[in-house]
Nanobody, 121 residues
Framework: QVQLVESGGGLVQPGGSLRLSCAAS????????MGWHRQAPGKQRELVAR???????NYADSVRGRFTISRDNAKNTVYLQMNSLKHEDTAVYYC???????????????WGQGTQVTVSS
């Protein structure tokens, strides 16, 4: 059905930058929103950033001003540009899409497998 494929994770030094990508494919009728969540060991999963179909964005307070979410609607792809990375940003980052697979379906959430981001010297 729906697949979300993430890329761009890895090891980066504090203060460095990284760009995550997530491409949605499969049975997609329409996408309402795409975004990124993250989960560090021992912590709950939290919203990092989200972009709605109309272009509005939401950011966690901890990343606002450092991270930028964008999208390419033609490719059903969302990006997360992460700048000025900190140790506290270390987590597994999960791509999320809120979408319909058919016109008669309700919107539902789909998740990628996650990509590890490690900020370390």
């Amino acid at each position: 059905q729906v697949q979300l494929v993430e890329s761009g994770g890895g090891l980066v030094q504090p203060g460095g930058s990284l760009r995550l990508s997530c491409a949605a494919s499969g049975s997609i009728f329409s996408i309402y929103a795409m975004g990124w969540h993250r989960q560090a060991p021992g912590k709950q999963r939290e919203l990092v950033a989200r972009i709605l179909s109309g272009g509005n964005t939401n950011y966690a307070d901890s990343v606002r001003g450092r991270f930028t979410i964008s999208r390419d609607n033609a490719k059903n792809t969302v990006y997360l540009q992460m700048n000025s990375l900190k140790h506290e940003d270390t987590a597994v980052y999960y791509c999320n899409a809120n979408l319909k697979t058919a016109w008669f379906d309700a919107r539902d959430d789909y998740w990628g497998q996650g990509t590890q981001v490690t900020v370390s010297s």
